[in-house]
């Protein structure tokens, strides 16, 4: 016979199923000499046979149909006069019989699929407060009623949970007349903080708190020593207190500039927050309550939200803690974590980046490559290269590096040198002798320099596209690296270019022609971004893509060959080209667009031919150009100017082409990886080709060469570690060893929004929000407000007039283009897509750095 109702204080173990991880918790707190209100739980079954009227009534059916509050509301009455059947009758008078000589209690909720990792119901179910004993039968249906009210039910119906997999369980419980109470968080809610508790805390009962009606104190506790950190104390005007002959009212609180807890019951709160948490061993909410100088425990869940780090990453509390930086968030451009084999991929590009050592991977070194993340050991970086060259390398990607750096020198610099440190201090020696000679003739002769590197890309390409997975896959990777290497050895080809613009800036230092220098660093003709971009715009204007009506259209025609010969070359021209260039292009997990006729037709179609940025940069940098020509003729410097242009424009785009060979490196590797998973899959080995990309490559090494080697078991372990951190969809840039992310200080002051000034020019337009590339079309004039871009968004930025993105420096990919094009654009605008909508009309100052937004959309609408 199944149980109706458990006390606090049974020695069983009662299912979460049966009594809801609320109740679950309390008897095992209770259990655990914790001091909780003696209570009890109605379990599921006893609420049973009402469940089953109300799924089996006409109010539900009609409400499943269409889910209004007027029809959940229906099913509410009719679920508050349900009539308790004889067993429950029997039940709930044993229980008036247990609660004794208790005058007042409080009803909860204690749903089993409330306060579950994952899901959290919290504060959505109803609660009954001060409900005298006579009043328990009402108070117990209330209660179970509110399971079919609107909030529950669209919750579910949003979080993918079937409606009539409905449950519920009641706690009864003595109701604490409690002169101070709160809830507290066994980590830092606001910096995900591992060692900070945080505690909220008001005058009377906690229903003030979790119902929003008062502003709590707010107390900041170091969870190491016990130490208060930080403690804001609020005008706390009105309280919800207990009547002695039942129920509650809200009335002013008598002194509410007053601190609602003395130190001493700050530090009591924290502590028993601690205990929690050890006591669950996952970071922890609870709610607490002083009743004559009694410390309670009223409720634990578990914290749902916080961003957990991989166990490689952490440190132990109180060691010294380590920061580092998410590097495909700030660099690339996105916050979903590459494939295993993508990573693995990549881990090799990241390492042959200025020779073999100057990126050192693993704990001693550089980066750390852990489950489809990348990070910079910022730690290991200030300490390796010095605290100059760390930032500098580190904050030219994530802003709050720069903006904290002494800070983080002080805090997290690791104290001793590590050999992958020193072996990386003489790699950056060893390159730095064999460019020296190869810079000294790049000056000399840009020209020849500019066709020796265009020789070795088209070589590269041709040896890439003509890879064969007739060896193992390991050795075919192996072999397109040695390929890519050639390249990498060539990378500094641009360098000559970049000393040229500094040498263009000392010329006309004074002249103020800051924009005309600007505008001539513009489409840059060795810039193979700027070269897509190019071919986009003409592929755009061809008559016949005009005169397709959709992609599926241009799809259909171009496999069946019926464009014209003329444009069917200019296509596969340009897939051969760019059509390994996408989103996520550097994860070889990802499709190819050379592969999506349709995509591609999106972009080339949403291309404003006749008023784009690429039109309007190259007459601006063609008017720059003869004005600091003129200008240098005065002075004297004609052919000192003309000379160093020379060399910025042949050879300075030559810094985006190892990152445009990796992505076709990394294209034609998908394609081989695709027909390797195909044969596993003929084998019966993989249920799919694309789990290949589920394996790391020593794996699919091994599986090739052993056919009793189990990918399914290896594909389980590694993506183990991917589900665990599924649920974080915004991936913070930095985050230190104890879990604590650092913000960068958002600068909202009467002149604007402050960020990083990334591209030069002001602008005013509508703003445009995208948190995708191609959610929407972005129409000439607008200006594209983004949390951070990678090369999919290269033709967007052709229509866009300026760009304001949250993350990323002057290195992150649309910081690059924007340049290109000569977009004004700003970085790091903290939150710039919550606090802009799109339709507001905004102003980028590029030059300045600075975001004003002019007229909000709802008051031009009014």
């Known amino acids: 016979m199944e149980r109706l109702c458990y006390q606090f204080t049974t020695e069983e173990q009662p299912e979460r199923g049966k009594v809801g991880a609320k109740a679950q918790a309390l008897i095992e707190l209770t259990r655990a000499n914790f001091l909780v209100p003696n209570g009890l739980v109605f379990t599921v079954d006893f609420f049973e046979p009402w469940l089953q009227e109300i799924l089996g009534s006409q109010e539900w059916v009609e409400a499943k149909e269409d889910l209004t509050r007027e029809k959940c509301d229906r099913i509410k009455t009719r679920a508050e006069i349900l009539d308790f059947t004889a067993e429950q009758e029997s039940v709930l008078n044993d229980v008036l019989e247990l609660l004794g000589e208790e005058e007042l209690f409080a009803v909860r909720s204690s749903s089993p699929e409330e306060d579950q990792s994952g899901n959290s119901f919290a504060g959505i179910y109803d609660t009954r407060l001060g409900v005298r004993k006579t009043d328990l039968p009402d108070g117990i249906r209330l209660v179970f009623a509110s399971l079919f009210d609107l909030r529950v039910m669209a919750y579910k119906r949003q979080s993918g949970m079937e409606l009539e997999d409905a449950s519920m369980a009641v706690i009864v419980q003595a109701q604490l007349d409690s002169e101070i109470s709160g809830i507290g968080f066994s980590l830092n809610p606001k910096n995900n903080a591992y060692d900070e508790a945080v505690i909220n805390a008001s005058f009377g009962l906690g229903e003030a708190i979790v119902g929003g009606t008062v502003t709590p104190d707010i107390y900041i506790v170091d969870k190491l020593e016990y130490r208060i950190l930080d403690k804001k104390v609020n005008q706390k005007e009105n309280g919800i207190w207990l009547h002695a002959d039942g129920g509650v009212d809200k009335r002013p609180c008598e002194n509410p500039k007053a601190q609602a807890l003395s130190d001493e019951k700050i530090v009591a709160v924290a502590e028993l927050i601690g205990f929690c948490e050890s006591h669950y061993g996952v970071p922890v909410d609870i709610e607490w309550a002083y009743e004559k100088d009694e410390l309670y425990l009223l409720q634990v869940r578990p914290i749902t939200t916080y961003i957990p780090l991989f166990p490689e990453m952490m440190t132990k509390p109180g060691e010294r803690k380590k920061i580092y930086v998410d590097m495909l968030n700030v660099s690339q451009g996105f916050a979903e974590p590459l494939s295993v084999l993508g990573l693995d991929i990549w881990a090799k590009v990241m390492g042959m980046i200025g020779g073999q050592g100057f990126m050192p991977s693993g704990e001693g070194g550089y980066l750390l490559n852990l489950h489809g993340r990348q990070y910079f050991h910022v730690s290991n970086m200030l300490k390796g290269m010095g605290n100059r060259l760390g930032i500098v390398t580190v904050g030219n990607h994530d802003l709050v590096i720069k903006e904290q750096k002494e800070e983080l020198i002080r805090d997290y610099k690791t104290l001793h040198q590590t050999k992958e440190m020193r072996e990386a201090k003489w790699a950056i020696v060893k390159v730095a002798f064999t460019m020296l000679p190869m810079m000294i003739h790049m000056l000399i002769n840009p020209k020849k320099q500019e066709i020796l590197y265009t020789k070795l890309a088209n070589a590269f390409m041709d040896q890439v596209k003509r890879l064969k997975a007739t060896q193992g896959f390991d050795?075919?990777?192996?072999?397109?690296?040695?390929?890519?290497?050639?390249?990498?050895?060539?990378?500094?080809?641009?360098?000559?270019?970049?000393?040229?613009?500094?040498?263009?800036?000392?010329?006309?230092?004074?002249?103020?022609?800051?924009?005309?220098?600007?505008?001539?660093?513009?489409?840059?003709?060795?810039?193979?971004?700027?070269?897509?971009?190019?071919?986009?715009?003409?592929?755009?204007?061809?008559?016949?893509?005009?005169?397709?009506?959709?992609?599926?259209?241009?799809?259909?025609?171009?496999?069946?060959?019926?464009y014209s010969k003329d444009f069917l070359e200019k296509v596969e021209k340009h897939a051969f080209l760019y059509g390994d260039r996408g989103f996520k292009e550097i994860d070889i997990a990802t499709p190819r667009l050379r592969n999506q006729l349709k995509d591609l037709y999106e972009q080339l179609s949403r291309i404003h031919i006749d008023d784009n940025q690429l039109i309007h940069a190259e007459k601006r940098k063609r008017e720059a150009y003869e004005r600091l020509r003129?200008?240098?003729?005065?002075?004297?410097?004609?052919?000192?100017?003309?000379?160093?242009?020379?060399?910025?424009?042949?050879?300075?785009?030559?810094?985006?082409?190892?990152?445009?060979?990796?992505?076709?490196?990394?294209?034609?590797?998908?394609?081989?990886?695709?027909?390797?998973?195909?044969?596993?899959?003929?084998?019966?080995?993989?249920?799919?080709?694309?789990?290949?990309?589920?394996?790391?490559?020593?794996?699919?090494?091994?599986?090739?060469?052993?056919?009793?080697?189990?990918?399914?078991?290896?594909?389980?372990?590694?993506?183990?570690?991917?589900?665990?951190?599924?649920?974080?969809?915004?991936?913070?840039?930095?985050?230190?060893?104890?879990?604590?992310?650092?913000?960068?200080?958002?600068?909202?002051?009467?002149?604007?929004?402050?960020?990083?000034?990334?591209?030069?020019?002001?602008?005013?337009?509508?703003?445009?929000?995208?948190?995708?590339?191609?959610?929407?079309?972005?129409?000439?004039?607008?200006?594209?407000?983004?949390?951070?871009?990678?090369?999919?968004?290269?033709?967007?930025?052709?229509?866009?007039?300026?760009?304001?993105?949250?993350?990323?420096?002057?290195?992150?990919?649309?910081?690059?283009?924007?340049?290109?094009?000569?977009?004004?654009?700003?970085?790091?605008?903290?939150?710039?897509?919550?606090?802009?909508?799109?339709?507001?009309?905004?102003?980028?100052?590029?030059?300045?750095?600075?975001?004003?937004?002019?007229?909000?959309?709802?008051?031009?609408?009014?």
């Open 475 to 562: 050795q075919v990777a192996e072999k397109g690296f040695e390929y890519l290497q050639i390249i990498m050895k060539h990378s500094a080809t641009y360098a000559p270019g970049e000393l040229a613009m500094s040498r263009i800036k000392r010329i006309f230092k004074g002249k103020d022609l800051e924009d005309e220098i600007a505008a001539i660093q513009m489409m840059v003709t060795s810039n193979p971004t700027v070269a897509m971009g190019k071919s986009q715009v003409a592929l755009a204007c061809e008559p016949e893509l005009q005169e397709t009506k959709n992609g599926e259209e241009f799809a259909d025609r171009v496999a069946s060959k019926t």
């Open 630 to 862: 003129n200008e240098a003729k005065k002075i004297g410097k004609l052919r000192k100017f003309e000379k160093n242009a020379e060399v910025y424009e042949r050879l300075f785009g030559f810094r985006e082409t190892p990152k445009y060979m990796v992505a076709v490196l990394i294209g034609r590797l998908h394609d081989l990886a695709m027909e390797v998973g195909e044969g596993f899959v003929r084998q019966g080995r993989l249920a799919s080709a694309d789990e290949i990309f589920d394996l790391h490559l020593e794996e699919i090494a091994k599986a090739e060469s052993d056919p009793a080697f189990s990918l399914t078991d290896a594909r389980e372990k590694n993506l183990t570690p991917y589900r665990r951190v599924a649920h974080v969809k915004n991936w913070p840039t930095n985050i230190d060893s104890r879990g604590k992310i650092h913000f960068l200080k958002r600068k909202s002051t009467a002149d604007g929004l402050s960020g990083e000034a990334i591209s030069r020019g002001v602008v005013r337009g509508r703003a445009k929000v995208l948190h995708s590339p191609y959610e929407k079309p972005i129409e000439p004039g607008e200006i594209l407000v983004t949390h951070a871009t990678e090369p999919a968004w290269t033709p967007i930025f052709i229509n866009a007039a300026g760009v304001v993105l949250e993350i990323g420096g002057i290195l992150q990919h649309g910081a690059i283009i924007a340049r290109e094009y000569g977009i004004p654009c700003v970085s790091g605008v903290r939150e710039a897509t919550q606090m802009i909508q799109d339709g507001d009309l905004i102003e980028v100052d590029g030059t300045q750095g600075v975001v004003r937004i002019i007229q909000e959309w709802e008051t031009k609408s009014t």
